[in-house]
């Protein structure tokens, strides 16, 4: 699969030089000179992905303001796409926790407009044609009891994860607005300027996804709470309703409870179990 999608990209017009492989969870993701990205799918369920993607992608072309990848080629065997590189590095904890107060500021509000940008630019009908999915993604409270309640039982977690259990089942019984959610933002698919401290742009729609919009908060807890919280507020402000603090944090509980449950069944980097643990027994309950 690889080979070919090198031969693929050779054939374009950019004249590879160096073709590099960026390891990815769902796809093949190769990066040619340090200035284009391009995407091939790993087996046929994620080929049907990447074509929504790529759809995707250009229905929302123009209506953010941060830049999202621009599809300049397509390709159907294997199915993949490629774009001109977004620049910009990957923000780590440590790296964000070094930012200035009002570097920290910008960067919320940056992220709260794209995601208020995001949530409402294309009309139902539009998402209906794409076959955008309903979010799968953190499990329901149901699924999770199942999956958990017995294996935490008298752990350190299982006080954590009884409150987790019981408001996010509160919450997945109360109405919101269902808007088109990016459903994977967290900084490795955020191109940030180390030199402006700046955010260049957001990719990867891979997961894109209908859902509540506080959805789009959980992961940015990975950089920092306050930071996720400080990004719902200014979301909140957009739209004029009021910010939830609590509906932020039960869905990163949720997704990283949801996380903690498939981490047996997968091979994936980013499900490491005792990180994910790690960070839960970090995790201070709201009082």
Not at 57 to 83: D, H, M
Not at 88 to 117: M, R, V
Not at 154 to 175: C, D, F, G, K, S
Request: some cysteine; charged content about 20%.
């Amino acid at each position: 699969m690889l080979e070919a999608a090198k031969k693929l990209i050779l054939s374009t017009n950019i004249n590879a030089n160096h073709i590099q492989h960026v390891p990815s969870c769902d796809h093949f993701v190769l990066q040619a000179d340090q200035q284009w990205i391009f995407r091939f799918a790993k087996d046929h369920m994620r080929s049907t992905i990447l074509q929504r993607e790529v759809q995707l992608l250009k229905q929302l072309a123009g209506k953010t303001t941060l830049p999202i990848p621009e599809v300049i080629f397509e390709f159907n065997s294997p199915v993949g796409f490629g774009y001109k590189k977004i620049d910009g590095q990957i923000l780590t904890p440590a790296d964000y926790n070094q930012l200035s107060s009002y570097c920290k500021d910008h960067f919320a509000q940056t992220l709260a407009q794209f995601l208020f940008e995001l949530h409402t630019p294309l009309p139902r009908d539009a998402l209906v044609r794409l076959h955008i999915p309903a979010s799968d993604w953190p499990l329901p409270s149901q699924q999770l009891t199942q999956k958990l309640e017995h294996k935490l039982h008298a752990t350190a977690l299982q006080n954590l994860l009884t409150w987790t259990l019981r408001e996010y089942t509160q919450i997945q019984t109360e109405q919101h607005d269902t808007v088109l959610l990016h459903h994977d933002l967290y900084h490795n698919n955020i191109a940030f300027d180390t030199e402006r401290n700046v955010i260049n742009g957001i990719f990867d729609f891979s997961d894109a996804a209908l859902g509540d919009p506080y959805i789009d908060f959980r992961y940015l807890f990975l950089l920092d709470a306050r930071l996720a919280h400080n990004v719902g507020q200014r979301y909140a402000n957009l739209t004029g309703q009021p910010y939830s603090p609590t509906r932020t944090t039960l869905y990163y509980l949720a997704t990283e409870f949801s996380r903690l449950a498939s981490s047996i069944e997968s091979s994936c980097v980013m499900q490491d179990c005792r990180q994910i643990m790690q960070r839960l027994l970090k995790f201070e309950k709201p009082a």
